[in-house]
């Protein structure tokens, strides 16, 4: 009980990405609508993130800027002071990325709906299957 | 300037690109120029990266003077050079395609569809050209958003199938991530070389073992390795003739090549042989492929859908060869191989198909007849690819054939070899069907409209198929007379496997 205790509560950042992302890959998968899909998959690369930023977090240390910046050469910088920024700016680029995932994907649905005026999965399929 | 080649090739289209977003915003003619221009200096480039990894081997360049592991790093070795020389001519030629097609396809759209495409290209050549993880991961994105834009841009159902592409490769791109991540939690590095130093002592490590699959599934369901491969004939059918073009040889290649890459150089040879041997396991998904994958072919009518799913058989043989890479003396020689083939006999089939939809709009098999003699050159085009890939020798199938049956034969996976033998029994049966129709067939040549004289599409299309038909018996026979030897051995050399070909 104890070791599962503490596998859930240690890493419990882990666990909370690993729900979102199966969240994620449920809503792209069992969903038929094609907006709740597009939000699973946010959900999935939300979860991806917060993977990420959690990885940078550090106990006891605080946040990347060094006071006094220009004249602290010669004091030693200690690394476990500070959380790795690192993951955190990898982030930026990937969050820059999902809103353009997001973008691109929400221009198709608009322009699905335009052809098949609904956006349930098995409706389309139909009408396409009609045509 | 010269030494600057690796920035330049990547910088030049994507600057293109954005001179022909503004610039064709108010001229439309200006577009085409530009991105001929932005491809010429990437051709120029790969020749001179070409000409560099021969003269002095592999290079590597610093982005911004920053020291790897810290700064982000170009790295050019001889399978770089490669796949940097095939990427940048092969969107040349679909890009002097692309002109006529465009302007028929999407008359509106042309400055946006040039912008799209050159960053596209922008894309495929900075993932093949990046030292780092993240980098690639980031070009991924730009090559694979720009790729569902390009596909959605085609008519009928071209939006639907390019949302399920989207969602399917995101999904992809996600595992991706996930599997640097977890490299990054186990090393703290994310620059490949850097990787391949650090990684050896912890390959016992779950963590390091997870990563390796999730970057193989992420890298499966982009490259459309069988089970995963759902979204691919849709997107393939429905996007814009130049498009297909290019998604099918290129991009396919491209994503292929950093499978490889991250397979043999991020996590080496050492760590599929001993720590997780799962390369049995991808010949066995590989073998699936080809043989689903020529199955369903046969059952298409529609030509550019048959095309889509013989794509998938043949990145089965990629990938079967690459599974043999480890236990056999060939290495990765017939992956190498197949990478060039199959992106010039495609690219020629795509082409040919394409011209036909131009012309009569064609798509189906059935109301082929007499397309022979109504568009000669470019049926031509189409059956020199077609024998090419059924293995005619000196085509430059028949060169993939032998050495990946050799390599199975070595591996004692005869089992592949039937394989092989049996997907070419099925390639007979789906292009022997399509040259039947064009050429014997002629009770229902009325149909096609027009008169009965000889009705070609135009030169700046017919060329390049052309070019590409031909190509896929040069380079046969260059293969067989051995002359590229040398360079494949030093490919197989640089990640440790084999010895000479």
């Given amino acids: 009980m104890e070791v599962l205790l503490d596998v859930l509560i240690s890493r419990v950042n882990y666990w909370v990405y690993i729900v979102l992302m199966m969240i994620g890959l449920y809503g792209i998968i069992a969903k038929k609508n094609l907006v709740k899909k597009i939000i699973g998959m946010n959900i999935l690369q939300t979860a991806v993130i917060l993977f990420f930023i959690s990885i940078g977090a550090k106990k006891n240390a605080t946040i990347p800027i060094i006071e006094h910046g220009h004249d602290a050469a010669h004091t030693a910088v200690t690394a476990t002071h500070y959380i790795n920024p690192l993951p955190h700016v990898l982030m930026l680029t990937a969050i820059v990325v999902a809103v353009a995932t997001l973008g691109v994907a ?4 608009i322009k699905v709906h335009q052809q098949y005026h609904t956006l349930e999965e098995n409706e389309i399929l139909e009408r396409i299957r009609e045509a | 300037m010269l030494h600057q080649f690796p920035a330049i090739i990547v910088v030049a289209p994507l600057i293109a690109s954005i001179f022909i977003f503004f610039f064709g915003w108010r001229n439309k003619q200006l577009a085409f120029p ?7 200096v990437c051709v120029v480039s790969a020749a001179v990266a070409l000409d560099s990894v021969l003269r002095y081997g592999p290079t ?21 050079a490669f796949m940097l020389a095939l990427v940048s001519l092969l969107g040349w030629l679909a890009a002097v395609y692309a002109k006529k097609s465009v302007e028929q396809e999407l008359p509106e759209k042309i400055s946006l569809f040039w912008t799209l495409y050159m960053l596209l290209i922008t894309g495929l050549l900075g993932i093949i050209i990046t030292g780092d993880m993240f980098n690639l991961f980031v070009l991924l994105e730009v090559a694979s958003l720009s790729g569902y834009a390009l596909v959605a841009s085609g008519r009928d159902k071209a939006p639907f199938a390019s949302l399920r592409y989207l969602i399917i490769g995101t999904i992809g791109a996600s595992f991706y991530l996930i599997g640097i991540g977890y490299l990054y939690v186990a090393t703290g590095s994310l620059n490949m070389e850097d990787l391949r130093m650090l990684l050896p002592d912890l390959y016992g490590s779950r963590v390091v073992q997870t990563a390796f699959v999730f970057i193989f599934i992420g890298f499966a369901i982009k490259i459309a390795l069988f089970p995963l491969h759902s979204w691919q004939p849709d997107a393939y059918t429905y996007a814009p003739s130049a498009v297909s073009v290019i998604i099918s040889t290129a991009v396919a290649k ?3 090549y950093a499978l490889i890459r ?3 150089s991020v996590f080496t040879l050492g760590f599929i042989k001993e720590i997780l041997p799962v390369f049995g396991i991808i010949c066995w998904a590989a073998a699936v492929a080809i043989i689903i994958g020529s199955i369903f072919a046969i059952n298409q009518y529609n030509l550019k859908r048959m095309l889509a799913y013989s794509s998938i058989a043949n990145v089965g043989y990629i990938i079967l060869a690459v599974g043999l890479a480890p236990s056999s003396s060939l290495g990765l020689t017939p992956a190498v191989m197949h990478i060039l083939n199959h992106a010039v006999i495609k690219g020629c089939m795509f082409m040919a198909a394409c011209g036909f939809i131009y012309r009569y709009n064609l798509w189906d098999i059935r109301q082929f007849a007499g397309l022979g003699r109504r568009m000669p050159y470019t049926s031509l085009a189409m059956i020199l690819a077609a024998l090419a890939m059924i293995g005619m020798p000196p085509g430059v199938g028949f060169v993939t054939k032998w050495y990946l049956i050799r390599a199975a034969l070595e591996a004692r996976g005869y089992v592949f070899v039937a394989v092989i033998f049996a997907s070419t029994l099925l390639m ?14 002629t009770e229902k040549e009325a149909i096609l409209p027009g008169g009965g004289g000889v009705n070609e599409i135009p030169a700046s299309m017919l060329v390049p198929g052309l070019f590409l038909g031909v190509l896929s018996f040069v380079f046969g026979i260059v293969w067989i007379s051995g002359t590229l030897h040398p360079f494949l051995g030093a490919i197989n050399t640089g990640f440790g496997l084999g010895g000479t070909p």
């Fill in chain 2, 60 to 80: 590597q360049y610093q982005l911004g003077g920053w020291q790897p592991p810290w700064g982000i790093e170009f790295r050019v070795d001889h399978l770089t």
């Fill in chain 2, 262 to 264: 991250i397979i043999f």
């Fill in chain 2, 254 to 256: 491209t994503f292929v």
């Fill in chain 1, 106 to 109: 929400l221009t198709l649905v």
């Fill in chain 2, 34 to 40: 530009l991105a001929m221009g932005g491809l010429s």
């Fill in chain 2, 428 to 441: 007979i049966v789906y292009f022997w069907r399509v040259i039947e129709i064009m050429y014997i067939r």
